[in-house]
C-alpha cells in the first residue's frame, strides 16, 4: 500500500520558517514527480511546488524565492523549506506523487500538515 507521511508542520510566527517532510513508501520513488499542495479553511487546494524525477523545480508566484523544494531519493523522501512565512502561508499542507505512464496516472496524497503563521 502507498504511503505518504507529512511531518513537520506547526505553529509559526510570522517571518518564521519551518521545514516539510514527506516520507514515501511503496512506490518507485525516484520516478515520480513530487509536489506540495496546500488548502486554507473555505479555499480550494493549490499548488505550492513541484519537483520531477529530474529535480526540475516549479513554483507557485506566492512563495517563489521564500520556498524551496528539494528531494532525497536515497530516502525517498521530499522536503519544503519555507521561509519568510506569512500569516497568509497558513493552510493544510499536502503532499503529492504523481507518475503519468501511457494509459495510465498514478496519483497519491498524503494526509497533510497543518502550518500556523501566527503571532
Known amino acids: 500500500q502507498v504511503r505518504l507521511v507529512e511531518s513537520g508542520g506547526g505553529l509559526v510566527q510570522p517571518g518564521g520558517s519551518l521545514r516539510l517532510s514527506c516520507a514515501a513508501s511503496q512506490i518507485t520513488f525516484v520516478a515520480y514527480t513530487m509536489g506540495w499542495y496546500r488548502q486554507a479553511p473555505g479555499n480550494q487546494r493549490e499548488l505550492v511546488a513541484t519537483i520531477n524525477s529530474g529535480s526540475s523545480t516549479n513554483y507557485t508566484d506566492p512563495v517563489k524565492g521564500r520556498f524551496t523544494i528539494s528531494r532525497d531519493n536515497s530516502k525517498n523522501t521530499v522536503y519544503l523549506q519555507m521561509n519568510s512565512l506569512k500569516p497568509e502561508d497558513t493552510a493544510v499542507y499536502y503532499c503529492?506523487?504523481?507518475?503519468?505512464?501511457?494509459?495510465?496516472?498514478?496519483?497519491?496524497w498524503g494526509q497533510g500538515t497543518q502550518v500556523t503563521v501566527s503571532s
Open positions: 503529492n506523487a504523481k507518475r503519468v505512464v501511457p494509459g495510465r496516472m498514478y496519483n497519491y
